[in-house]
């Protein structure tokens, strides 16, 4: 399988030009809609559906998450959102009511 990682520089100016801050980030595509960022010691994913068939990862090799956020609740953008969070304490970010659908299923930080 290729390598879908990518990094970019972001480069972020305060409205008065006062300051520059450039920050690295890894983009890693995992299929359909499903990303890991990796930005300032910090994991997000977006939409973790790992277990379709361009993911090279498995949700038994994620060990590191900050914040999953899901976009909506079809099951190709939930995935494995709540799994991810219940096992690495990640923050799980979404509307109010796929957020109380988090927590009704044990994620303890639902945003």
């Given at each position: 399988m290729r390598?879908?990682?990518?990094?970019?520089?972001?480069?972020?100016?305060?409205?008065?030009?006062?300051?520059?801050?450039f920050v690295l980030a890894k983009i890693t595509w995992y299929g359909h809609a499903a990303l890991k960022?990796?930005?300032?010691?910090k994991t997000l994913f977006i939409?973790?559906?790992l277990q379709n068939p361009n993911s090279p990862l498995?949700?038994?090799?994620?060990?590191q998450a900050d914040l999953v956020y899901?976009?909506?609740?079809?099951?190709?953008h939930l995935g494995?959102?709540?799994e991810?969070?219940?096992?690495?304490?990640?923050?799980?970010?979404?509307v109010y009511e796929i957020a109380e659908e988090?927590?009704?299923?044990?994620v303890k930080k639902c945003r």
């Open positions: 390598n879908l990682s990518r990094q970019y520089l972001f480069i972020y100016y305060c409205n008065l030009n006062c300051f520059a801050a960022i990796e930005v300032a010691g939409d973790p559906m498995k949700l038994s090799e994620v060990t899901v976009t909506h609740d079809h099951p190709d494995d959102a709540f991810i969070c219940k096992r690495t304490g990640a923050i799980f970010a979404a988090g927590a009704k299923n044990g």
